[in-house]
């Protein structure tokens, strides 16, 4: 079975520009989540949805961030403009619909970095 | 509001001794705890989680952690270690009485593993 991937694996932007970063789950996985680890510190959530519905959102820092999952599928986060606090790396994550209990499993997240 | 501690920054342990990486954690309701590792570039790695029952879990590669309601602490334990272990551990809660997914993260414990 294949793990959540994301891509691309890194990402080098100038201020200002736009970035959009994507994220497929594990098939059949209807919950998917962004986190993101901002200069070394906690990891952070952002945002969780539930097959395309957004079921949390309150972990997003601002109207320039834009998550969306159309279809129910894969995702995407776009950070239009970016700011140099928004580099770091940034993890989507994803879980069945058993129950609250269920394992949150990782991608390998993206590497962002503005200057 | 819910917080995860983990107190240190870098544990050293020699190769063969037995480790451990300590975590608090504050929740209103049901702690959900897990334990992730992050190995040097990839992502982070579902270890093992408690939800209920038994205080001993175990989990992948020999680790297991030890739930203690009184002391509110997740403590991730392995009697043996290994150079391969060498990696970021993160520690994670969540309030299993409420619907809300998000985990909330500690700010992670390099281990390092002397041969």
């Known amino acids: 079975e294949a793990g959540v991937t994301q891509f691309p694996s890194h990402s080098v932007i100038e201020k200002g520009q736009t970035v959009t970063l994507r994220c497929d789950p594990i098939s059949g996985h209807d919950n998917l989540y962004w986190y993101r680890r901002v200069m070394g510190k906690e990891i952070k959530f952002l945002l969780h949805f539930v097959k395309e519905s957004k079921q949390d959102e309150s972990g997003m820092p601002n109207n320039r961030f834009l998550a969306e999952r159309t279809g129910g599928t894969y995702s995407t986060l776009k950070v239009q403009p970016a700011e140099l606090e928004d580099s770091g790396v940034y993890f989507c994550?994803?879980?069945?619909?058993?129950?609250?209990?269920?394992?949150?499993?990782f991608g390998p997240g993206t590497r962002l970095l503005v200057l | 509001a819910q917080s995860v501690a983990q107190p240190e920054d870098q544990v050293n342990v020699a190769e063969g001794n037995p480790l451990t990486v300590k975590c608090t954690y504050s929740?209103?309701?049901?702690?959900?705890l897990f334990w992730y590792v992050q190995y040097p570039n990839r992502g982070l790695q579902f270890l093992l989680k408690y939800i209920t029952g038994d205080n001993l879990v175990k989990g992948s590669y020999g680790f297991e952690a030890e739930f203690n309601k009184s002391q509110t602490s997740f403590h991730l334990k392995k009697p043996s270690a290994l150079v391969s272990d060498s990696a970021l551990y993160f520690c994670a809660v969540r309030d299993g009485a409420t619907g809300r997914r998000a985990l909330t993260f500690g700010s992670g414990t390099r281990l390092q593993v002397q041969p």
């Open positions: 994550a994803s879980s069945p619909n058993f129950g609250r209990a269920e394992t949150q499993y």
């Open positions: 929740v209103s309701g049901n702690p959900y």
